[in-house]
Nanobody, 126 residues
Framework: QAQFVESGGGSVQEGGSLRLSCSAPGFRLEQFAIGWFRQAPGKEREWVSRISGRGGLLNYEDSVKGRFIISRDDAENTVALQMNSLKPEDTATYYC???????????????????WGQGTQVTVSA
């Protein structure tokens, strides 16, 4: 079972940037499509971005297109989410997860490997 660790969150002003990192010590993320999700207080967890296992296919939820960039570093066994032009509505706890292999246009979380990590908090102030 993968143990996901999200890091890189923090508090920034509107328009600022953060770079989140997803890792799973002892588990090879390069084998899987990986997605980022977020959950704001009082709201359901929502999909944000997905990167294919080979890194060639990138998907984004409409509200973050043009602002967020997902990438992976197989040597470091991490998947990053570069977040630019942050808005207050981006405030949430961000999580990463393995995506179902047969869904190519968005991340549908696979429940086969691991559980949700603790997430990393992103707070954007106006």
């Amino acid at each position: 079972q993968a143990q996901f660790v999200e890091s890189g969150g923090g508090s920034v002003q509107e328009g600022g940037s953060l770079r989140l990192s997803c890792s799973a010590p002892g588990f090879r993320l390069e084998q899987f499509a990986i997605g980022w999700f977020r959950q704001a207080p009082g709201k359901e967890r929502e999909w944000v971005s997905r990167i294919s296992g080979r890194g060639g296919l990138l998907n984004y939820e409409d509200s973050v297109k043009g602002r967020f960039i997902i990438s992976r570093d197989d040597a470091e066994n991490t998947v990053a989410l570069q977040m630019n032009s942050l808005k207050p509505e981006d405030t949430a706890t961000y999580y990463c997860a393995i995506c179902l292999a047969n869904v190519k246009t968005m991340c549908v979380r696979s429940t086969r490997f691991g559980s949700w990590g603790q997430g990393t908090q992103v707070t954007v102030s106006a």
